[in-house]
C-alpha cells in the first residue's frame, strides 16, 4: 500500500514538475530573447567603441542629450569617447570621467558640456537610468550596492522594454545609431519644426508646449554641489595635461528666449572663473544657428543635419586647438 502510495506520489510530482517546465521555459525563453534584444543600444555602441578603440581615443565628449544630440563623432578627425546621454548630469559626468581616465591613455581633450541647465541639475540613487550606467558602464550612482534586479534591464522596467523591443524605432535609445551610439535617423514625428517656418505662430506654439517648465527649476545646494565636482574634474584633467573645453552647444531662437536672466548669470560667474586658465576653453554656441530651424529637432536639441554641420565646425576648433597646443609645447 505504501509503495503504490509513493509511486503515486511520484508520478504526480513529475507530472507537476512537467506541467511547470511546460510553462515556465517558453516565458524564460521570451524573457531571455527580449533582455539580449534591448541590450543592443545606443549604450552598448558607445561602451563597445570605447573599449574597441580605448588606446587611440583622443577626445572624450560628456553631458545631458545636448552634446548627445550635437555631436556626431564620425565628422570629427580624432578617436572620440561619446560618453553624452539623454538625461545626464554632471555627478553622472565626474563618474564616467574618473573610470575612462585611467582606461584611455592618449586622450588630449575632455568636453564638458555647461549650458543653461547643466549647473541646476542632478541625478541622484533613485534615478531612472542608473542601471543603464551600472550594465553597461559599471559605475555605482546609487550610494550602496547596486540591487541584484538592475542586472538585467527587463527586470527593472517590463513594460518600458517589451514596448522597446516591440516597436524599436519609436524611441531615440533603441532607434537607428551609428558605431558612436549617435542617433541618426528616427521617426519624422520627432522632428518638431519639419515644415514649419521660423517665424511663425506655429513654431511658437510647439514650442511653448514643449518648453513648458522645462529647466527652469534653481537649486542653490545643485548650484553649489555642481560647481565643487567641475572644478575637481577640470583639477584631474589639467593634472593629466588634458585640456578641458566648456561647451553649450546650439540652440534655437525659442529656448533662448526662455532663459532665466539669473540663471544665466550664475552660469556665467562659475565661467569667468576659468576665463584666463591655461588649456582651458569656453565655447559658446546656443545662438550660432538659432533662427535655422531646419536644423533642429525641437527647441533644445540639433536633429542629425544639424548636428552634421555643428560637429565639421567643431573638429575644425579642435584641430586648430591641437595644432596651437602643439606648437606652444614646441617653443617650450
Known amino acids: 500500500m505504501n509503495n503504490n502510495l509513493f509511486i503515486f506520489n511520484f508520478n504526480a510530482m513529475k507530472k507537476f514538475l512537467f506541467r511547470a517546465i511546460s510553462f515556465f521555459f517558453p516565458v524564460a525563453l521570451l524573457f531571455v530573447i527580449v533582455e539580449l534584444t534591448v541590450r543592443n543600444n545606443t549604450f552598448k555602441a558607445k561602451a563597445d567603441y570605447i573599449k574597441k578603440n580605448k588606446e587611440n581615443i583622443e577626445v572624450m565628449i560628456l553631458g545631458s542629450s545636448h552634446n548627445w544630440r550635437a555631436v556626431n563623432p564620425k565628422y570629427l578627425s580624432f578617436k572620440t569617447a561619446p560618453l553624452a546621454h539623454g538625461g545626464s548630469a554632471i555627478n553622472i559626468d565626474l563618474i564616467l570621467m574618473e573610470k ?4 584611455i591613455p592618449n586622450l588630449k581633450f575632455v568636453i564638458l558640456e ?7 541639475d542632478y541625478r541622484d540613487r533613485n534615478w531612472n537610468k542608473n542601471h543603464l550606467f551600472h550594465i553597461y558602464y559599471g559605475i555605482n550612482n546609487y550610494d550602496k550596492q547596486p540591487p541584484l534586479i538592475d542586472n538585467f534591464l527587463l527586470a527593472v522596467n517590463p513594460r518600458q522594454y517589451i514596448k522597446r523591443f516591440i516597436l524599436p524605432i519609436k524611441n531615440q535609445q533603441f532607434g537607428r545609431y551609428n558605431e558612436y551610439g549617435f542617433i541618426t535617423d528616427g521617426p519624422k514625428s520627432d522632428n518638431m519644426f519639419e ?5 511663425s505662430l506655429q ?3 510647439l514650442a511653448n508646449n514643449y518648453l513648458e517648465n522645462k529647466h527652469k527649476r534653481v537649486s542653490d ?4 554641489e555642481n560647481t565643487m565636482k567641475l572644478k575637481k574634474m577640470v583639477t584631474q584633467c589639467l593634472k593629466n595635461n588634458i585640456s578641458v573645453i566648456f561647451l553649450s552647444p ?3 531662437y525659442t529656448y533662448n528666449d526662455e532663459m532665466l536672466f539669473d540663471k544665466l548669470g550664475r552660469k556665467d560667474k562659475f565661467l569667468q572663473s576659468y576665463h584666463n586658465y591655461e588649456n582651458v576653453y569656453i565655447w559658446n554656441f546656443e545662438e550660432t544657428y538659432e533662427y535655422q530651424s531646419e536644423m533642429f529637432l525641437d527647441p533644445d536639441h540639433l536633429n542629425p543635419k544639424g548636428a552634421k554641420i555643428f560637429s565639421i565646425k567643431l573638429d575644425s576648433l579642435l584641430c586648430d586647438l591641437l595644432n596651437t597646443n602643439s606648437h606652444q609645447r614646441l617653443k617650450r
Open 203 to 205: 513654431i511658437k506654439r
Open 195 to 199: 515644415g514649419v517656418m521660423y517665424d
Open 100 to 103: 575612462y581616465l585611467e582606461l
Open 250 to 252: 546650439p540652440k534655437h
Open 221 to 224: 545646494q545643485y548650484y553649489l
Open 114 to 120: 555647461l549650458g543653461y541647465h547643466n549647473l541646476e
